[in-house]
């Protein structure tokens, strides 16, 4: 089991916004801030879209947003199209010299 | 722009040891604050962080993981490297060789190294 909890699955229809979240779920995952986000397209290595909790890379697009309240992070996702249907992933340091990532969320655009 | 390539057999045999290389171009392994490794997908499931280099020498490795694996850093050549050793069935999945600092900036492409007889 992850010590970072994603839900399987979530949709929304094009236009709307969708929230994606990433729950510290084990004491181990210290320095909570440095979350960061990654998107998946079937057959694709993952990108990054999101550091630090709130820090966007360049090129990525303004409708992606972070951020954290207490143990849990989130992706929100505004405007959503077609092409953002994909997997999403939260990785975060542990404070044990090691990383994790989260289980994957799969976004449906209906 | 800095691009990682794996590099390495599609096939091991199961209590065999697992061997893969990525090659940097467009930049150096000695980037400072860097740490190069390895992050793995089996087939259909999620992400899993294997471990890495920084540019100091010191290794990170997932606890589970910490007996059978090393990743070690060629500057010279401009590539860094896996070895997992004793592999199953479950060792099968999509390699992925990485540029992290807190976050993964570089990516390769992946590649998939099966575990059968």
């Known amino acids: 089991q992850s010590a970072l909890t994603q839900p399987a699955s979530v949709s929304g229809s094009p236009g709307q916004s969708v929230t994606i979240s990433c729950t510290r779920t084990?004491?181990?995952?210290?320095?909570?801030?440095?979350i960061s986000w990654y998107q998946q397209h079937p057959g694709k290595a993952p990108k990054l879209i999101f550091y630090?909790?709130?820090d966007r890379p360049s090129g990525v697009s303004s409708r992606f947003s972070g951020s954290r309240s207490g143990n849990t992070a989130a992706l929100t996702i505004s405007g959503l199209r077609a092409e953002d249907e994909a997997d999403y992933y939260c990785?975060?340091?542990?404070?044990?010299?090691?990383?994790?990532f989260g289980g994957g969320t799969r976004l449906t655009v209906l | 722009q800095l691009q990682l390539q794996e590099s390495g057999p599609g096939l091991v045999k199961p209590s065999e040891t697992l061997s893969l290389t990525c090659t940097v171009s467009?930049?150096?392994?000695?980037?400072?604050?860097?740490?190069w490794g390895w992050i793995r997908q089996p087939p259909g499931k999620g992400l899993e962080w294997i471990g890495c280099?920084?540019?100091?020498?010191?290794?990170y490795y997932k606890s589970s993981l910490k007996s059978r694996v090393m990743i070690s850093v060629d500057t010279a050549k401009n590539q860094f490297s896996l070895k997992l050793s004793s592999v199953t069935a479950a060792d099968t999945a999509i390699y992925y060789c990485?540029?992290?600092?807190?976050?993964?900036?570089?990516w390769g492409q992946g590649t998939l190294v099966t575990v059968s007889s």
């Open positions: 990485a540029g992290q600092k807190v976050e993964v900036d570089y």
């Open positions: 467009g930049g150096s392994t000695s980037r400072i604050g860097y740490c």
């Open positions: 280099m920084n540019d100091s020498g010191n290794t």
């Open positions: 084990s004491s181990d995952i210290a320095n909570y801030k440095y």
């Open positions: 630090d909790v709130s």
């Open positions: 990785f975060s340091y542990t404070g044990s010299n090691s990383w994790v």
